[in-house]
């Protein structure tokens, strides 16, 4: 009967072990290529397409693995696909032109991909954890693969400076975190979320049950969502964003970007939804503070900034906030909206990276807002492209950004929250200020120096991946309802 128990946990985590296989396979196979970034890379690429295939082959309800440590269910199978499409992507950006991205090294070592490979791994793993020690091991495994990652040109000090910031800090919330767990299981005795759940419950309608232990459960769960809350980037936890962002290479913050910040948000809502809805009336008004003090702030500074890449950590700061907002409602029957404005916003971030890396091509672009005068001149695709994402980004129907922040408004309204609907709206009005002055450099301000940028050539895997998330952002106003019917669907 065990060793029956057993074989069955281990189909159910097969995707998991298949990354690990190809990890394994990838670093032998690198040590004797010799620094063969592409060749690693289309290795762990179809070792993410096999886990693919095998998530969707498993087809199956709500299951509890490994004494209840780890949990699959539908939604987290789909949270899965999510994150290895999105980090295949990632790694095919890197393998084919990311190593052009940099004026220091004509390669990137073998190691990226592999690196990129343990963290999607971690990233799995926590997206499915259903206790304290699985989502620790999750959060640090893709915690320690980002530190590495950011850190890897070290020719650049910026870079290292980075990687020591978020290193630190990241150390500081995982302490957080262990604080919060040791608090819940000195006083629930078990580290299953469920069972954490039943226990504060059980406490909270006992008649014996002492307030001082409702109020320490309540700290180990605020204290947990404080380390979600860094990782997530909202305020008041944000101060490592706009710096990491600036120093990591831009193939590297992509990663930070987009799935390392899908993965937590799907632990996140599971939390709120799940073990943590027993004290929704105590975290509702925090959340709503947050988002909002996130959304404005994150905005409001965004427009000052003359580096594009510390504008997007700003921008990502008050997207997460407009993103916490659609969760304040508390209604399962509207995670839809949340979990759509969060792959919309992975595919702008991949999409605006994308073309990022390509202008870096050209020596004269550090990543200043003033570099892209003139650009338009002699590179016309990539100027449109830039400007289709940057009006998504503001929300310009009738792209697809329109319409995951209308999904939004909808779900505030419906639920008669109307003065957050408000600051949603202000906050959308100061945002659409640095992706139009995107656009107003790159058409409308004249070159200081009269020097017009040189044409850039694009590859065909360039070309595939700019046209990919440039189609995404224009044509869903053809099928506006079949994506969120895919969603709903898996939640």
Known sequence: MILKNLISNIYYISPEILIIIGIFISTIYGVILKNNVRVIGSLIILTFAGSIFQIININCGKILLFEGSIVISKFIQFSKIIILLCNSIIILIIANFGYKATNINSKLSFEIPIMIALSTLGMCVLASSNSLLTFYLGLELFSLSLYILIATNRNDSKSIEASLKYFILGAISSGIYLFGASLIYG??????FDEISLVY????YANFCLKDQNLLFITGFILIIITIMFKLSLFPFHNWTPDVYEGAQSSIVVLLASSAKFSVLVIFLRLIFEPLMVIKDQLQPIFIVISICSMLFGNILAIVQNNIKRLLGYSAIGNMGFMLMSIVVYDRSFLHNTIFYSIVYMTQILTFFALIIILKRKISFNNNLNDLRGLSKNNSFICFSLAIIAFSM????????????LYIFITLINFKMYYLAIIAI???VIGSFYCINIIRKMYFDKVINGSIAKKIKLNLVEIIIISLGLGFNIFYVLFPSYMLKIINNYI
């Open 187 to 192: 006083n629930a005795g078990t580290i299953n």
């Open 394 to 405: 503001a929300g310009i129907p009738p792209l697809i950004g329109f319409f995951a922040k």
């Open 201 to 204: 419950q059980t406490n909270c």
């Open 426 to 428: 202000i906050a959308t």
